[in-house]
């Protein structure tokens, strides 16, 4: 490929990344709930795959185990996640969701939409659809990329 395509790319994602962020976290700020932003990211990691270990939770949202475990126990304190030790393996804690995480996520979405509707006189119709399409190409795209690291 290209050398100026990937460095073109690179240089997209770099801006993408924190105007993505400011949308997502826009939608957890409307509920006032109180969650830290990496309260918030272990939520949506886990609304991913409902089951994780304390171990594949810190890597998949770049943490130490100690600074995971630390936004877990908040989380179990609000009752949004649950801690169980594993069957095969004691050793080894996994994370869930509780329904009133999945709650919570969902009025997130709900206030996410409502963001993007209150805006819908800047964006057309086929605008919108153009975002969707590219973001679920992306998406798939970085699966891949990501596949080595992080299990989906």
Do not use: W
Request: net charge positive; with cysteine.
């Amino acid at each position: 490929m290209n050398e100026k395509v990937r460095k073109e790319c690179v240089s997209a994602m770099f801006e993408l990344y924190p105007r993505a962020r400011k949308l997502m976290y826009k939608s957890f700020d409307r509920l006032d709930d109180d969650l830290t932003r990496t309260q918030q990211i272990i939520l949506l990691s886990l609304a991913i795959r409902d089951n994780l270990s304390m171990s594949q939770l810190a890597s998949k949202i770049c943490t130490s185990n100690e600074q995971a475990t630390r936004a877990v126990t908040q989380l179990v304190d609000k009752g949004l996640v649950n801690r169980t030790q594993n069957k095969t393996n004691r050793r080894v804690v996994n994370i869930t969701l509780t329904q009133k995480a999945r709650d919570h996520i969902e009025a997130a979405k709900k206030a996410a939409l409502a963001e993007s509707f209150s805006n819908s006189q800047l964006i057309s119709d086929e605008e919108m659809q153009a975002i969707n399409n590219s973001v679920h190409t992306i998406l798939e795209i970085i699966k891949k990329l990501d596949s080595n690291d992080i299990i989906y």
